[in-house]
Structure formats: C-alpha cells, structure tokens
C-alpha cells in the first residue's frame, strides 16, 4: 500500500501578517425594552450615503453600497439589525489574498481598502456570520464591509442617524458574548 501523499498548502504572502488588535467597538443593536428597531432602513441608506465614491452617480447608491442590513423577519415580529462584528480574530481579515481587507490605524476597525480589493470575495465566504456581513458591488466588482466610518468624527452614521436610537456604538469590552 502506497503512503498517502500530503499536499502543502501555497504560501501566501498575507498568511505572515500580524494578528490584529481588538476594534474600538462595534455597532450593535440594545436590547428591545430599551429602544425597538422600526425597521426604517434610515441605518442601511445612511451607511450607503456616507461611503458614496465620487465614481457612482446619485441613482447608484443604494443597497449595493451598504454595509449594514436589517432583517424584517414579519414571522419573529420585530426588525433586527444586522451590523459587522469587528471580530476579535477575523477570518475575513486572514482570508483575503490581496492584503486588501486591512486594520484601520486609530480605530483598529476591520475594513476593505478597494483599490486592493479584486472581488473575489474570499472574505465573504470567510465571515463568521449568517448572512455574511460582507457585501458585493457588482459594478465596481468590490467587497464592501462596516469601517465604522473611521473617516468620520461623529463616528458611525448608522447610530448618528437611528431615528429610534435603537443602534449604539459601544466599547468591545461592554458586549463579550457569553
């Protein structure tokens, strides 16, 4: 009988990156007896406003852009927010070839720098969460995920923006799963 014959996986030079630091926070939504998601979408159109690029036009912001979702589950009773994790140890983060799915410098946020960025979607299939919290442009043939608008100083416009506040930004030590 033949020994079995191990394949050595390609090395790839993002396999040597360092293991991040935690994100600041993430985007979550409170609890229903403090604040009760309306399921307006205000969230997931802000989010596509504020990462709008000079290259799309007015009529292409929408869905496509955002990087947080609500799921209306009518048989559940009450809309639930959907945001990005900032995950301690994102897989999305190891998974991506390019070197595109980065570490922000200040808020140690998870996101995808576009110009590496070649669509494969690597990252996507990576993700942790079901749905995935990664989202496609197909016309730019980009991924997309929740920077907490690192570029903006009132901080992620999701939460500025909840008509209900029924999403808040807080410190990664205020949520740890249990």
């Known amino acids: 009988m033949l020994p079995e014959i191990k394949k050595k996986k390609a090395v790839s030079p993002m396999d040597n990156r360092p293991f991040p630091k935690r994100a600041e926070g ?3 939504q409170v609890s229903r007896d403090q604040s009760v998601c309306a399921g307006c979408g205000t969230c997931e159109l ?15 912001v929408g869905p496509v852009h955002q ?11 009450y809309p639930t927010v959907l945001p990005c994790h900032q995950c301690d140890s994102p897989e999305c ?15 140690n946020a998870r ?23 990664i989202n496609y442009d197909p016309d730019r043939d980009k991924a ?22 029924a999403i808040v930004l807080n410190p990664k030590e205020a949520y740890h799963e249990k």
């Open 26 to 28: 993430q985007v979550f």
């Open 46 to 60: 802000m989010c596509a406003l504020v990462h709008k690029t000079d290259e799309d036009s007015a009529s292409q």
């Open 67 to 77: 990087r947080i979702w609500i799921d209306r589950n009518e048989f559940e009773g």
């Open 93 to 107: 983060y190891f998974a991506c070839p390019t070197g595109a799915l980065q570490i922000h410098s200040v808020t």
């Open 111 to 133: 996101f995808i720098d576009e110009t590496k960025c070649v669509g494969c979607l690597s990252c996507r299939e990576a993700c942790a969460y079901a749905p995935p919290r």
């Open 144 to 165: 997309l995920k929740c920077d907490l608008c690192s570029n903006r100083t009132e901080g992620p416009a999701c939460v500025e923006f909840c008509p209900q506040k």
